[in-house]
RNA sequence: GCCCCGUUCGUCUAGCGGCCUAGGACGCUGGCUUCUCAUGCCAGUAGCACGGGUUCAAAUCCCGUACGGGGUGCCA
């Protein structure tokens, strides 16, 4: 059998790190097994989908380097979904309903009985004819037992009575997700369905239309762990910052990101949590798949992207983050100072390669107080400064030169010399190697910049 | 309320009855490298939710309890 399965999100939102999860889970598994990677747009909310939305979509898994095989929109296919609809009609699988939902509301409230709060059967029997405010229902069963043997929880069974009828066909004629997606899955052949577990009380109504139309083989379901929130609770787009679109925006590589999120709900065998995509394709199995939520944490995506970042070949570093850096920062400096930078970053973002290279171009950093009395605040500062001002106005304007410099006078003085300076030239205690940059600046400047300190230290 | 599900270091995971004095990773702490920071390397920290069974043997199987979550729409 060849495998096929699918990812099928609802255009009503960015992509979000869980659907992304359920992407590269269902990518995973097609590429592992040799099968089919179907993209379906689940776009029957029309109200609610937008094509902007869809295009934002594909963008988000090309980034992520999620390629499918097939593409489907599911509004294309509304014809067929309400043939499906009809056939159930006419064999009585589903029944017309005229009921408002302050209506169903208020025959609760008149039964006092809150533990079948659900709709409740009204116009089963009622022979409803088509017309405004009508919309069609399936007739679930009054017994019996709907289950599936889930590849990730195991045996999920619901019983049958607690089955709601539910709607199939909005008011407006349009088909409803459930018949959608039953009919689709059954159409297209897909063996395994890999989701999130917010949908697996969505299985039973599903497999009891496929069952009702005779469908006879159901995919394999495997319902996901969900990705939560320092709460606990399940991401959510309002609440939590989660499109992926946000950590391609904020400076994260699809490569970290991906690979980031396989390790939530899924362990490579050999314990290497970073590796390139093809070991994770050579080992993927859904039935290594775990059960419990997994907290989404950023600190631990910001190291996975540090190691993508240092692994970057410096030309492609340079590539990716030319445009980052202060506009004064001529693209040669950049590149010289680029090699620093890479090791130093956690994110690729103007943020971070600002503070570590303005100051070259640009007037230095201003320290907070603290800091500055950190290190200019020990005794013999100034004499350091003093001196080292004194011998920048003749020494070769090298890195080697200035290194053997400053910690020339730091031989004789018997101290260490590099952070006063330092602090002087670059309004910092933290950064890149000195030299370096330190020698791009003009002569007059750096000297300049010690004296300025020295007189602050002198106060 | 009702239905469904989950529970191994703070976090992500390994573990499928003996290899577990529970392994790895992130984080945190300390050390080494280094006259900054970062990297790199080394070390330390910390966990099987609880209570009963089953078994010669349980993190692993069973049953309860507690806690947590998901769902309960003319959303998907």
């Not at 009809?86 to 209506?103: E, F, P």
């Not at 350091?384 to 730091?410: D, I, M, S």
Request: hydrophobic fraction near 40%; proline fraction near 5%.
């Amino acid at each position: 059998m060849t495998v096929r399965v699918r990812f099928s999100p609802a255009p009503t939102g960015y992509l979000h790190v869980g659907g992304a999860r359920s992407a590269l889970f269902n990518w995973l598994y097609a590429r592992h097994t040799g099968g089919t990677f179907v993209l379906r747009i689940e776009d029957t909310d029309t109200d609610r989908s937008s094509d902007h939305l869809i295009e934002a979509i594909y963008d988000s898994m090309r980034w992520l380097g999620l390629d499918w095989d097939e593409e489907y929109r599911q509004t294309d296919r509304a014809e067929q979904h309400l043939a499906f609809a009809n056939d159930l009609l006419a064999t009585g699988r589903a029944y017309r309903c005229d009921c408002t939902r302050d209506l169903i509301d208020a025959r609760i409230a008149e039964r006092g009985d809150a533990a079948n709060s659900g709709y409740d059967g009204y116009c089963r029997d009622r022979d409803v004819a088509a017309g405004d405010g009508v919309v069609v229902r399936f007739r679930t069963p009054d017994e019996g037992i709907t289950g599936w043997d889930d590849i990730v929880r195991g045996r999920v069974e619901f019983d049958n009575a607690v089955l709601e009828d539910f709607i199939i066909v909005r008011s407006n004629g349009t088909p409803m997700f459930h018949v959608a997606n039953a009919f689709d899955d059954a159409d297209m052949g897909i063996t395994h369905v890999v989701r999130g577990e917010d949908l697996v009380n969505t299985t039973p109504r599903v497999l009891l239309l496929r069952e009702a139309l005779g469908y006879p083989d159901p995919p394999v379901y495997a319902h996901l762990p969900l990705i939560v929130n320092e709460k606990r609770q399940k991401l959510s787009k309002r609440r939590d910052d989660v499109a992926v679109g946000d950590y391609r925006a904020n400076g994260y590589l699809p490569e970290a990101m991906r690979n980031y999120l396989i390790t939530l709900g899924w362990g490579p065998r050999d314990g290497e949590e970073i590796a390139p995509i093809e070991r994770f394709v050579e080992q993927f199995e859904l039935s290594d798949i775990n059960n419990s939520p997994a907290f989404f944490d950023v600190k631990k995506l910001q190291h996975f992207n540090g190691e993508y970042i240092r692994a970057l070949p410096i030309e492609r570093f340079v590539e990716l983050t030319a445009d980052l850096r202060p506009q004064a920062v001529p693209l040669d400096l950049y590149e010289r100072m680029a090699p620093f930078v890479q090791a130093r970053l956690v994110r690729l973002s103007a943020e971070e390669i600002e503070p570590l290279v303005s100051w070259i171009v640009g007037p230095p950093l201003e320290p907070s107080d603290k800091d500055w009395k950190k290190v200019m605040g020990k005794a013999g500062v100034a004499d350091v400064l003093r001196t080292v001002a004194a011998r920048l106005e003749t020494v070769e304007w090298t890195p080697e030169a200035l290194e053997a410099c400053v910690f020339g006078v730091g031989e004789e003085l018997e101290t260490k010399t590099q952070l006063p300076v330092r602090m002087a030239v670059t309004g910092a205690r933290t950064g890149m190697p000195l030299f370096e940059p330190m020698a791009e600046l003009d002569r007059a400047e750096a000297i300049d910049r010690i004296n300025s300190a020295l007189a602050r230290v002198e106060g």
